[in-house]
């Protein structure tokens, strides 16, 4: 079956429009789901992505040859008809769907199915090859209500006036999501953020996201961020940076919060379980609803996904891509 598209190590080969899918290497043609750097490289000859990843691509990597897909566009390249829809993973992901010699390839990259108010919600299209991420493919992964984590942290904030809540979230989608959750949830204090992530910010405010009153944590004054939450990249929880600020609750936003162990490791107090990937049950139900004769699984963890698409006669493969994992993403 889809003899026409062709997973590679280095990406998803798609034959007849002779273009990669989110591929590893610098490609000539290059069709990119979303701007994490597992799966948006620099170096390629032109990339086709949504305008909103373009310009995250343009931000990490430098201003590069690219055509904007907005979504529900129809390109066409070499007989196959390429259309993006949301994938509700970050700002501008997106599920690239294919038709081809009267199939449907669905390729997801990365996504989840809980609202997210920093981006479109995913948009299940029925196929007949669905090509999912398994980042959370195990049963044991089952993400708790995003409010209930809020509560928590706002919790946190509240208790403990003399002190700030240093979150560590990932500075593409997850610290964009955790603010603008925190104003939907009634926060409306400056929030202070790391400096390796204010042109981010910016980036998503311009797409007209708005996070409300941001300030850049360089140079303030420990007292100054007393009462206040902080976010930062993950690396700067345990590093020189943090040893500024006012005696901070060490939080982290992500899946693998889950985790105890990962929790303990990175020495976190407040372990937030945000994610931005689909949990199983997330995982199965998209599964059950995009309803595909075969299914294929990407980023790891695949074992119990495959497993259980056998268990309900959809036929299913792992694929083996390099470099599709990103432990602090979750
Ligand atoms: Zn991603
Ligand atoms: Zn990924």
Redesign the pocket.
Known sequence: MAHWIEPHPTGIYVRPADAWI?PSQPQERALVT?G?A??ARGGHGHVWATRETLAIMALRYGTASGTAVDYGDEVRMGGVTIRYVPAG?VLGSAQIILDHAGERVVVT??YKRRPDPTCLPFQPVPCDIFVT?A?FGLPVFRHPDTGSEMDRLLAALHTNPDRCVLVGAYALGKAQRVICELRGRGHHDPIYIHGAMERMCALYEQFGVDMGELRSATGVPAKDMRGHIVISPPSALNDRWSRRLPDPITAMASGWMRVRQRARQKNVELPLVISD?ADWDELTDTIREVAPNETWI??GREEALLHWCMTHQIRARALALVG???ED?G
Do not use: F, V
């Open positions: 989110d979303h994490h597992d799966h993973h990259g990365d991420e980042t990937h990407t980023h599709r994992e990103d993403e």
